[in-house]
């Protein structure tokens, strides 16, 4: 199975508008919801690939539950729950232009990090490959990825990391590396600083 982090998922919100109109009321006619963030853009690609996946991550509040249901069929749930509530990303699609607002999500409390990184451990043994992307939510530490990894190579487990900054920063600095990472070319050039 591969087994995707999400850590800070979404519930992407899109409204298609003819035309966004400022400082004024805007109706959507259809709207369309669905269970987001990085990691599960690539749970639902693999899932639509044919390959047993299973998904893990943060999630909380009525939106977490949103997740937990909306996720692709045939697609393992291994969610854990928070006090926080799950953020919502919405997408204003409007003149051939894509607008969005981006909540930051809930605060991860030390409590929860902890028991994920348990959490996370209990799920290596159903794992073949971890597929970690996205942000880190506020309240982990920027090396919060380099502890999951040590987790999963410690069981012998393939890593793939898509992330950014300092939290991309802190494992490639960390005794346990990615068997891959997946920077695009902004990410690429923030690292090497050219």
Known sequence: MILTVTLNPSI?????????KLDTVNRVSEVSK??????LNVTRVLAESG???GATGFVGGTNGQFIKTHLPRDVQSFFYDILGDTRNCIAILHE???TEILEAGPEIIRTEALGFLHHFKLLMPTADVIAISGSLPTGLPVDYYASLIEI???AGR???LDSSGKSLE??????FKPTVIKPNREELSQLLGR
């Open 158 to 160: 393939k890593v793939v």
């Open 152 to 154: 999963a190579k410690e």
């Open 12 to 20: 992407d919100i899109s409204y298609p508008l003819e035309e966004l």
């Open 34 to 39: 669905t269970a987001g963030g990085k990691g």
């Open 96 to 98: 051939g232009n894509q």
């Open 170 to 175: 802190a494992v490639l600095h960390s005794s």
């Open 51 to 53: 390959e047993t996946v």
